[in-house]
């Protein structure tokens, strides 16, 4: 194929032995087109078909066992940090040309982890139960990075091979149990009860299960607990009529869990921690209010601890938890391309804002050129904005034809819109026209390095945040791999301020610092 080439070899750092057979992969370095190419017989390698600009050049994953993965130039990594780990070196691709001698070298000392989840109360292997969400989260201290590990499906059992040596934090999860955190692995394994890991912060809870080079942890394993359960039926407020397929979500300070309901409208919630919880109720598709538990219609971001609370004991099952929901409004219409009076694609969506709200409480997306469909909306007055993620470059739009990024304008100047309980309100919608946007860079002071977005962990975040002179938020950028940013819509005209607060815990460097940490400036 046409482009640019990478050539090369690959072998064993020790014994230089050739690899054969091993993937090699070239990876844009905004974490964009990538290309992949086995090595031959010698070792050999070249990747062909690239794209002009610098590429991370990587083995993947099927390098024999007890080596590492490597980054050029023979930067070790592991299976989950190669596009992530510091040291390594871009190459340059341009035009037809081949950029050859890009040789990698493989290194032993590649450490391993494995166990085996059984459940609690007798012993049993947990296999996964098809959804892929029985797994044990390896969570790279030093760098942020995650890796998920499936389980092996008859007998419970979990391994992860190639593991560059340092410390890791481990969590371990599986539908209907509560899941574990590790503390400590000496003298003896312990561990802290941990719904699911976007909810229980191993960075911060989590003991560090140290790695050495070569080593291999063979008996990590978890026992988890089957937890409380909370059970009940869902019926229409009107008909009392059974809902199904409707998602029944109980929300905590510490973890979520849902389930869905039935044919008959049933439902049950597994896998819950003791604490005090709050229940509700969500259909819509079928144009349903999301109910609370006392049949509180609320939906938004903003309904929070709302309802008749539940606390839970260790291992009891609740009943009678039922709910009956209110039959909601709708709002439909189309968002159009300005520059070509096309219904913009899908990167488009309606923000609804309440009278009471600074934020959203309702997002719906565009389907393209059907427009949008909002659904399950509680009878009552809205202002209305239209946003994109788009690099086209749109404003943001209310309705009514004023910018306003984010909803960051003076909503008290839109026009209202009434939504009926049971109606379509048709016809709401915008034409977004094409803005300036922002770009750049953010390195890290003292070494010049790109501070690069890590995958996972506390308050992690590859995210840049623009506010308007009203101190409203108006926009954010993303961070790619090579500390480049640029501003995912356009902004009308007028000062900005960008911050990068939200990367502060988000490099090894050390966050909070008036560079790379928290600095802000004005446009």
Known sequence: PLGGRISGNLKRQDTQANLPNVIVIARLETGGAQANVPTDVNGNFLISGLLPGRYRVSSAGNVPQGLLQVVYPNVPCGDNDCDTVPG???????GTATTSGINLAA???????????????????????GSFRSLVYLISEDRGTFLQIPLTQATGEYQAPRLRPGNYRVVAVAPGF???????????????DCVDPLFCDALDIGGAVTLAPGGALTNLNFSLDRGA???GTVRAA?????????????ESDFANASGLTDALGQFSVRGLQPGVYYASVDALPQNFVRTWLGDVPCRGFECLNVGIPITLSANQTRTGVNFNMPVGGTLSGLIIDGASGLPAPRQTRLELFTANSRTAVVQVFSTG?????????????YKAVFASESVLGWVDTAFGGLPCPRGGCDLALLPTIAVSSGSTTAGIGATL??????SGRI???????????????????????????LSNYAGFARVTLSGHYQSRTGLPPGPYFLSTFLLRNNTTFGGGSSTGGGASGKW
């Open 88 to 94: 390594s070196t871009l190459v340059t691709v341009s």
């Open 107 to 129: 290194s032993a000392g590649a450490a391993s982890i494995a166990g085996v989840i059984s459940n609690a109360e007798n012993g049993t292997p947990i296999v996964d139960d």
């Open 178 to 192: 509560i899941g574990k955190v590790v503390l400590s692995t000496a003298p003896t394994v312990t561990t802290r």
């Open 229 to 231: 359960t909370v059970t």
């Open 238 to 250: 009107v008909g009392a009529t059974p809902i199904a397929n409707a998602t029944v979500t109980l």
């Open 369 to 381: 050129l059907s427009g949008y469909v909002a659904t399950g909306l509680p009878a009552g007055a």
């Open 433 to 438: 026209l094409r803005g300036p946007r922002v």
């Open 443 to 469: 390195v890290e002071a003292l070494s010049g390095e790109p501070i690069r977005p890590l995958a996972f962990g506390s308050g992690l975040s590859n995210l840049l945040a623009f506010n308007n002179n």
